[in-house]
């Protein structure tokens, strides 16, 4: 990727180098956790045996340096990757993991690893449609567990199409997570209250619970905790202000439909 | 007759977080072979939050505990099958994760205002039990392991 013209290092580091960098850019855009970037690079790039193996990680870049500071004959890699998009993906982390231990265990050369990790790219997701039903399901699945009966698990079930539907005609084209959030939740809200006025003896408090489960913030919430933990205070709190961004527009989407339906049923 | 009902209506509820879980590793791209296991350490992590919550234990602990729980068996879970914990950790925690506390702050802030700030502590301390109890079982493993795998 780099080309440094006679300078080239010699295949095999570079080879490991854009190993590491391809798994590193793979699993930062599918939503990892940064020590596990950063853990993974590092023991790819050891592979090489080189003394200086830098890696530096963010949520939104990696900058890593392979190098032997003591021997001149071998020229320094350095490269920085920017991370622009990232869309959660567990599995694209799990491949890559799995991956970087066979290479790390001699099993498989560079050569296939970084073929193999190209594929991991260009997998497609799952079909758009069942995540959806997926989504569906879960929001029944709590209107279950928080203790509702067949009338708020229908009734969950009716708010989330309703947040899906809303998110198919207005959220998609927005790509911001802040006005996704609090839209959905507006649509929520507006379909509980709904709900209820036709249904009195619903009980609304569970099925908009339930309804907004899904876009609660527990992927950033749970990486913000593990990241901390490991030292990485940077990601943690760029994690943690994720979450809050979305627990905030979470709160207002609620507050706002909630006030919305009771100033429209005022005016009927 | 009333513990049989009382016992089909706990299991139904675990059947819920079940699928909840496993349907919620659908959406954040689950491998379909670990589908049932995410599935499971949600159900666990609920199955253990209704019991002290029966017990009739302080909800911070009902909450440290269900988190403690879910970690261990996602950790287990990924060491049995080599995959990293946050393919079993994320649909198991966010069962846990206090969505009714926020909604409860922002419906006390519209129709009861005096309760508001107790809500808020209230969430903000079920938050923070979540954290711990991560933190914890992470911390354990790390030291038990130290330099053998990544978790």
Known sequence: MTDHGQNRPPEPYQLLYDAAMLAGTITLESGAEIFRVEDTMRRIMGLSGLPSVEVFATTTGIFATLADHSDPSVPSITQVRRITSRANNLSRICQVNEVSRELCAGKIPPEEAIRRLEEIRTLPPYPKRWVMAAILLSTMGFAVLFGGGPGEILGAGAACIAMQAAGILLTERLDNGFMDSLLKTVVIALATDFCCVLFPALNGQTIIISAIMPLVPGLPITNAIRDTLQGDYNAGLSRAAEAFVIALAIAVGSVAGMGLFRLLSGLL | MEFVKELLVFLFKLL????????????????????????LSAAIGWAVYLLAGQAGWNLVWVNYAATVCVALTSQILARKMHVPATVFLIPGIIPLVPGGGMYLIVWSMLYDASATSAYFNETLQMAGAIALGIFTVDTVFRVAFRRKGRS
């Open chain 2, 16 to 39: 819920g977080a079940f699928a909840s879980g496993a349907a919620l590793g659908y959406v954040f791209q689950v491998p379909r072979r670990y589908l049932v296991s995410s599935g």
